[in-house]
């Protein structure tokens, strides 16, 4: 089973930059489906990114509030998953869990779809 730890939270001003980190051990991602989800104080947890890959290529998706300010990837290896996030603003402010499953899914969106998760990472924008 894929063991998942994140990476690279932390505190920045507005309109800052943040790259999280997402390991695996166990597995690699190279035919699995990634997402990143995030949950605010007193707020559910809600989809930010996902992208699924297979041997010829991937697909990359976004929640429309980060549409254009955060950009999910891997690296070559397939051990490690990113989340680019750029022009940071406060209600980002989260913690920032990433999740994968093995088979592709329609329902990228829904945390109930991923069977694999990491323990949390505290981003936090300042204003």
């Known amino acids: 089973q894929v063991q998942l730890v994140e990476s690279g939270g932390g505190l920045v001003q507005t309109g800052g930059s943040l790259r999280l980190s997402c390991a695996a051990s166990?597995?690699?991602?190279?035919?699995?489906?990634m997402g990143w989800f995030r949950q605010a104080p007193g707020k559910e947890r809600e989809f930010v990114a996902a992208?699924?890959?297979?041997?010829?290529?991937?697909?990359?998706y976004y929640a429309d509030s980060v549409k254009g300010r955060f950009t999910i990837s891997r690296d070559d290896a397939g051990n490690t998953v990113y989340l680019q996030m750029n022009n940071l603003k406060p209600e980002d402010t989260a913690v920032y869990y990433c999740?994968?499953?093995?088979?592709?899914?329609?329902?990228?969106?829904?945390?109930?779809?991923?069977?694999?998760w990491g323990q949390g990472t505290q981003v936090t924008v300042s204003s």
């Open positions: 999740a994968a499953r093995i088979l592709p899914t329609s329902y990228y969106s829904d945390a109930n779809e991923f069977h694999n």
């Open positions: 166990g597995g690699t991602f190279r035919t699995s489906t």
């Open positions: 992208a699924q890959w297979n041997w010829s290529g991937g697909l990359t």
